[in-house]
């Protein structure tokens, strides 16, 4: 069968235009084709492509093979720098389909000696964004994966504070090993206002959007505070589309990470952690970590799950042996305000009108409540034993932690304290500014002994206390929220035994209190002690202050004020036995949280003292009538209190 004479001539035809490209190209080389892809280059992007040494072409379908000498391209007119990129030597293969398409995706590109600068405008703009106006995401370079031999790359974004400047050579493989060359990198300048220096080593060919090749990498980097030391494979360096490496994080404070990953974590003391860091499609999971923060020690896993409204953040943690400091930083205590409280109970001094500032125990820093929005989080931590404190002898921690929507939750909280149980329910509310709080607690069967300053711990034996606190406050501090309180507090200790000379003492009582200290002290029933406030506004108005003994019944009123810490209480006592020898008189509690100070009333013992020298006057044994406490005060109906009733 013969083809007809028309196809025999087109074919003929398109034969002698391929052999006469073919001796063009053989007779001229590619370069004829520099001024026509330069101009082709300008109309696209209005920037200037310079080709200046030799361009050849590999042909090859579908994937042609370009290689061009002594390039460069230039930035937009409004960038800093006058080149994107020059680098003596570039070679690619580029997928002849989509080119056609109008569409430039590259694959295999090599840069010899390169110098890249990419910036981000002020107005948004990207450099490397090919159109004109540098604003369509869809108008950039697509490369699979990229190798050099040497170069530098600079990055600038001014309005994110960021400007970096980093050096990349290629390390050739030992002499006659099996070994591939790899790439040494190291990089300074800041970050997101932070100073950066990063430096490690990577596989030779840098995976940037290759899903199906892992690309070895060590890092060892600095950012602001925060040091992070990784090692393992990252697929695709642009998506992070999987990543397996064993990290190792260490910082000042764990808040300071929402700079590198946009998400709200507490504020702590210095932590470090190691552990393996794992991404599979949107879940990165930081797995089987230890280390500590501040003192205390902490392992477990926590991961991030992408795709959502935002990230959910959900972590199991683990303390064996938690030291209560370092809960400060969570609650916004300042460095030492932990350990100021434990010394005011012991404190003395004068009492001002306002408590100063600097020596308030309440914790007053602000939550950084803007960035709640960031995440969303569902939270378990656990404290097995905790280090034990002068102030507050906490035995276990658990809670379970929720973020939602900005609105963060600790329910359950749980604390072993003395013996017994703080059980919590807190909601911080930070849709709203400041931020709207409710806490609920309860306390069940806590050991008074060990509540009790060491050199005191022999004045109650086997006293319990019980108790619940609910408050509606709003602040962006714990301090605050306490100032703008309303709510109530009921505090309740039945049964057990107190030191009578405790008692004593508190009675004025002076006869009992010498022959106590001759014969030594003893133990008393305790029938019951209620404390009961009234909260308006941060000002806590006693409604029931008792506590009621076999020798001794204490009745107060009084207010705390917790905007100012101040305490302004009085205390009466009634006497169930005659005592030949007592200066009785109110006992006055003020001062402020951090320096109480106990006093008596000067002036009822000083008319006391003087009615007893007056009498002493006339008849030497008349001299005491004064100073008698005839008594007998009656037992408090206590058991309406221990059933709850007000």
């Known amino acids: 069968m013969t ?47 310079l080709i200046q040494g030799d361009l050849d072409v590999r042909l090859g379908w579908p994937w042609p093979r370009v290689q061009a000498r002594q390039v460069s391209f230039a930035n937009p007119a409004w960038a800093a720098q006058a080149q994107m990129l020059t680098a003596d030597e570039v070679a690619f293969s580029v997928h002849l389909p989509q080119l056609l398409a109008q569409q430039l995706s590259i694959s295999d590109l090599h840069l010899v000696k390169p110098v890249v600068f990419l910036e981000v405008g002020a107005d948004g703009r990207k450099t490397w964004l090919l159109d004109r106006e540098q604003e369509d995401e869809n108008a950039r370079v697509a490369i699979d994966r990229l190798t050099l031999d040497q ?18 050579s290629t ?16 990089a300074k300048g800041k970050y997101k206002g932070l100073p950066l220096s990063a430096k490690g080593t990577g596989d030779s060919v840098l995976a940037l959007r290759d899903d199906s090749t892992p690309f070895g990498l060590t890092i060892d980097t600095t950012v602001g505070q925060t040091h992070i030391q990784a090692d393992g494979h990252i697929t695709s360096l642009v998506k992070f589309s999987a990543i397996d490496m064993q990290m190792a994080l260490s910082g000042d404070n764990l808040n300071q990470l929402f700079t590198l990953t946009g998400i709200a974590l507490p504020a702590t003391r210095d932590y470090v952690a190691q552990g393996h860091l794992v991404r599979k499609g949107n879940t990165l999971r930081y797995d089987a970590f230890s280390g500590r923060v501040g003192s205390s ?5 926590w991961q991030v799950e992408t795709g959502g409204k935002r990230p959910l953040l959900t972590a199991d943690l683990v303390s064996n042996r938690l030291t209560l400091e370092d809960l400060g930083p969570v609650i916004g205590a300042r460095p030492g305000h932990l350990e100021a409280a434990s010394q005011a109970v012991e404190a003395t001094g004068t009492a001002g009108a306002v408590t100063p500032r600097s020596k308030r ?6 939550f950084k409540f803007a960035n709640w929005d960031s995440v969303d989080a569902d939270v378990k931590f656990s404290a097995q034993s905790m280090r034990q404190a002068q102030y507050m002898p906490l035995e276990a921690l658990s809670t379970r932690l929720h973020l939602k929507d900005s609105v963060l939750t600790l329910d359950p909280l749980q604390f072993g304290v003395a013996g017994g149980q703080l059980m919590a329910a807190i909601t911080l509310d930070g849709r709203h500014n400041p931020i709207r709080a409710k806490a ?37 501090s714990v301090g605050t929220m306490l100032a703008n309180a309303d709510g109530s507090v009921a505090l309740l200790m039945s049964r057990g035994e107190i030191s009578q000379l405790t008692m004593e003492k508190a009675g004025l009582h002076l006869w009992e209190i010498f022959r106590l200290t001759l014969s030594g002290d003893q133990q008393i029933k305790l029938r019951c002690a209620v404390a009961s406030f009234d909260v308006k506004s941060g000002i806590m108005e006693a409604s029931t202050l008792l506590l009621d003994t076999e020798v001794t019944t ?34 006055h509690i003020g001062g402020n949280f951090a320096k109480p100070i106990i006093r008596v009333d000067k002036g009822q013992m000083a008319v006391r003292a003087l009615g007893a020298l007056a009498l002493g006057a006339i008849n030497p044994l008349l001299a005491l009538i004064p100073l008698v406490d005839a008594g007998p005060g009656q037992d408090s109906d206590c058991a309406q209190w221990l059933q709850g009733k007000k």
């Open 361 to 366: 125990v309440m914790p007053d820093l602000p």
């Open 3 to 49: 083809l007809p004479r028309t196809l025999k001539w087109i074919a003929s035809a398109v034969l002698a235009l391929v052999i006469a490209a073919v001796l063009f190209i053989a007779l001229f080389g590619w370069n004829w084709l520099r001024a026509p892809l330069q101009q082709k280059v300008l109309a696209q992007t209005g920037r200037v492509l």
């Open 171 to 186: 390390i050739a493989a030992p002499a006659g090993s099996q070994g591939e060359a790899g790439v040494n990198f190291n």
């Open 440 to 476: 609920q607690l309860q306390l069940k069967r806590l050991a008074l002994a060990k509540l009790m300053p060491a050199d005191q711990k022999g004045t109650a034996s086997t006293s319990q206390i019980g108790g619940q606190i609910k408050l509606a406050g709003s602040g962006n």
């Open 554 to 587: 204490l009745l107060g009123s009084g207010n705390i004020d917790l905007a100012q810490e101040k305490l302004d209480l009085t205390l009466t006592q009634k006497t169930k036995n005659t005592s030949p020898l007592s200066l009785r008189s109110p006992i």
């Open 297 to 301: 020690d902490l392992s477990g896993w």
């Open 151 to 168: 170069g530098a790359l600079g990055y600038d974004d001014p309005a994110a504070k960021t400007s970096i400047r980093a050096e990349l």
